[in-house]
């Protein structure tokens, strides 16, 4: 079974600038969440969707969003983007995002905003 | 809240000694817990995860954990390290019921294995 992919696996932007980026869960995971890696932050959650729904949000601005197809395939846009935004961002899938599920991540999408 | 600590930054390890990754979590009921691997330039790997029954979880690469509900730990372990064990480890925890089921994950700590 193949794995979660993300596109593009790198990126390079100017501030103000958006960018959409794609994740393509594994077949029949209807769970796709986000995560913005930084090595100063750590981990941080974004927002998961299912069944095409925001079922939760992290404290992340307004400037970014999400969306979720009826395949389960995910975007996430981020607008207006700042320095800060350089980051590692993460899509991961689980089954139906329940606690006990097992989040599979995908390799990431490097984005630099100079 | 929930929150997740692993106390130690990096560790060192010889090649062929046991290793030890450290985790504590807090949570409100009983937790789920999970840990993780990550290359350079690559996503997360499962690696294993306590769900309940047995406090000894064997996970992949020869890894296991211990879950000790008492000290709210739940540490990651390998009897003989391998240089291609070097990497960063992730500790997450998440709630089993009541609201929303967002992992939280620790800093991570970064292993390195000595030839």
């Known amino acids: 079974k193949a794995g979660v992919t993300q596109t593009p696996r790198y990126l390079i932007k100017t501030r103000g600038q958006q960018v959409t980026l794609s994740c393509s869960p594994i077949?029949?995971?209807?769970?796709v969440s986000w995560y913005q890696q930084t090595p100063g932050q750590g981990l941080q959650f974004l927002f998961e969707?299912?069944?095409?729904?925001?079922?939760n949000k992290g404290n992340f601005p307004g400037r970014f969003s999400g969306r979720q197809f009826s395949n389960s395939r995910s975007e996430m846009n981020v607008s207006t983007l700042e320095l800060g935004d350089s980051a590692l961002y993460l899509c991961?899938?689980?089954?139906?995002?329940?606690?006990?599920?097992?989040?599979?991540f995908g390799p990431g999408t490097r984005l630099t905003v100079l | 809240a929930q929150s997740v600590a692993q106390p130690e930054d990096q560790v060192n390890v010889a090649e062929g000694n046991p290793l030890t990754v450290k985790c504590t979590y807090s949570v409100s009921g009983n937790p789920y817990l999970f840990w993780y691997v990550q290359y350079p330039n690559r996503g997360l790997q499962f690696l294993l995860k306590?769900?309940?029954?047995?406090?000894l979880v064997k996970g992949s690469y020869g890894f296991e954990a211990e879950f000790n509900k008492s000290q709210t730990s739940f540490h990651l372990k390998k009897p003989s390290a391998l240089v291609s064990d070097s990497a960063l480890y992730f500790c997450a925890v998440r709630r089993s019921s009541g609201g929303s089921y967002i992992p939280t994950f620790g800093r991570g700590t970064s292993l390195i294995v000595h030839p």
């Open positions: 991961a899938s689980s089954l139906q995002g329940q606690a006990l599920d097992t989040q599979y």
């Open positions: 969707y299912f069944s095409e729904t925001q079922r």
């Open positions: 306590y769900i309940t029954g047995d406090n």
């Open positions: 077949s029949g995971h209807r769970s």
